[in-house]
């Protein structure tokens, strides 16, 4: 009796000490924001599909090549079925970079683990093939995920990109003043900030003019790439 008790309780200590030393979830596998020690702010823009309209912001993307603005893209797939010559454009700007935002644009939480890696290796699959691009950057449709999200996406290598402001552009009661006080009053050293490219932004690119002209010098905020905000050291003094 004895003895098959302190082989239970060997086996409980044993089961305890296991789930203590399994890897826990760390958030920081999902990416917010960059080093805060860095003077440098990400502008993001979503390529999520769209039902009607051409699906692309010319004069925004017109606006941050003429200006030379370090911009990240996320392109779904059916995004890019649509905007192959788009596609190939953003690719050759080299102050751009491209990263993915789902296949179809699921709410991947709904999904299994084996749809939701579908849905995600999609467009890489495609940038891979067809245009020799390595894209490893990822941000989930809706910034929607749940655990199994993270597994997958750390198990393909990607890095989970989300951002800690939200412009709201989509939103088309928002003005231009509204959605630029708004990105204003929470940029800070490292920050993400998700706009959209696929025309469902109406004030995209005049929130863009007036934040790279105005807001950010003021804040002595520098535009950079997702990638480069990750790999930021403070200033030299
Ligand atoms: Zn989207």
Same mark, same amino acid.
């Given at each position: 009796m004895l003895q098959q008790f302190n082989a239970w309780l060997l086996s409980v200590l044993l089961i305890g000490s296991l789930s203590l030393s399994l890897p826990t979830r760390s $958030?920081?596998?999902? =990416?917010? +924001?960059?080093?805060? +020690?860095?003077p440098g702010i990400a502008l993001t823009f979503d390529l999520c599909p769209v039902r009607k309209g051409p699906g692309y912001d010319q004069a925004l993307v017109d606006y941050l090549i003429q200006h030379q603005i370090p911009s990240t893209f996320f392109m779904s797939g059916k995004w890019m079925a649509k905007h192959e010559e788009e596609v190939d454009h953003l690719l050759g700007v080299d102050f751009f970079e491209i990263g993915t935002h789902g296949e179809v644009h699921a709410h991947l939480p709904m999904l299994n683990a084996d749809e939701q890696r579908t849905e995600i290796l999609g467009p890489v699959k495609v940038l891979h093939k067809h245009y020799a691009h390595e894209a490893t950057l990822f941000r989930p449709p809706y910034g929607e995920y749940n655990d199994v999200t993270v597994d997958v996406v750390k198990a393909l290598g990607l890095r989970f990109i989300q951002w800690n =402001?939200? +412009?709201?552009? $989509?939103? $088309? +009661?928002?003005s231009t003043e509204q959605i630029l006080t708004r990105i204003a009053k929470r940029a800070k050293p490292g920050s993400i900030i998700v706009f959209h490219a696929n025309g469902n932004g109406k004030q995209t690119r005049q929130v863009i003019e007036r934040l790279t002209i105005e807001v950010l010098p003021h804040q002595g905020l520098k535009p950079m790439t997702v990638r480069e905000l990750l790999n930021c050291s403070p200033p030299t003094p």
């Open positions: $958030p920081a596998q999902v =990416i917010k +924001s960059g080093p805060p +020690s860095c =402001i939200e +412009s709201g552009d $989509p939103d $088309p +009661s928002l």
